[in-house]
């Protein structure tokens, strides 16, 4: 059965440096999404993405966050300059089309120092 | 009002059991209602949705219960086996400009199912 796959899965980074974080969504899926899940509490929506452009997009998602799709496969997030309270699994979904269910990622574990 | 409750926090099934995991909404605009089941190290997997027009959808084992005018959901695992030891969340979502991406969970509940 096709798979999210995220890479890496887990990240150590300095505070203030920045980090990008790799997924390659279902080949036939055309919709991307993000979330995180901070240890311990619920799993967060972030941002959504289709036609190479954010659809929705979540108070978390703010300046610091940006998404990108750089090429036919990979689906990323970037964080700039990040802080200890970004220290968070993010999980990768995609989904076939806006109203499939969104089939998730195993998550990059991001800790940061 | 965007918040999605969810009880309990943990819970202890006997083998064969029933377990029932419930939870709550406020958003009416919430038009979708998926449970996802998560094991240790790995992401949330879609185990059975629900939408608003009917009261009850059954998949193998998995039941949801849907009851619109108390705005509630619940999750029933009949014959609850040892291999159902996971964290369960429910979620809901509006039907926005990109359908029901807008996912949002409860806080999970880590179900142990005994031998």
């Known amino acids: 059965e096709p798979e999210v796959t995220q890479t890496p899965s887990h990240q150590v980074t300095q505070m203030g440096q920045e980090v990008i974080l790799r997924c390659v969504p279902i080949s036939n899926h055309l919709y991307f999404y993000w979330y995180r899940q901070i240890l311990g509490q619920k799993v967060e929506f972030l941002v959504s993405?289709?036609?190479?452009?954010?659809?929705?997009k979540s108070e978390i998602f703010d300046d610091q966050f940006s998404v990108e799709r750089p090429d036919g496969s990979n689906f990323t997030l970037k964080i700039r300059s990040t802080k200890l309270e970004d220290s968070a699994m993010y999980f990768c979904a995609s989904s076939r089309t806006a109203n499939q269910p969104q089939h998730f990622g195993d998550g990059t574990r991001l800790s940061i120092l | 009002q965007q918040q999605v409750k969810q009880s309990p926090q943990s819970l202890i099934v006997q083998k064969g059991g029933i377990s029932i995991i419930n939870c709550a909404y406020e958003n009416t605009a919430f038009d979708y209602f998926p449970w996802y089941q998560q094991f240790p190290g790995k992401g949330p997997a879609l185990l059975i949705a629900i939408r608003p027009d009917v009261s009850e959808k059954k998949e193998g084992r998995f039941t949801i219960s849907f009851n619109k005018s108390a705005k509630q959901f619940s999750l029933h695992i009949m014959d609850s086996q040892p291999g159902d030891s996971a964290t369960y969340f429910c979620?809901?979502?509006?039907?926005?400009?990109?359908?029901?991406?807008?996912?949002?969970f409860g806080k999970g509940t880590m179900l142990l199912v005994s031998p």
């Open positions: 993405f289709y036609n190479n452009e954010i659809s929705e």
């Open positions: 979620a809901a979502s509006p039907e926005g400009n990109s359908g029901y991406s807008t996912l949002t």
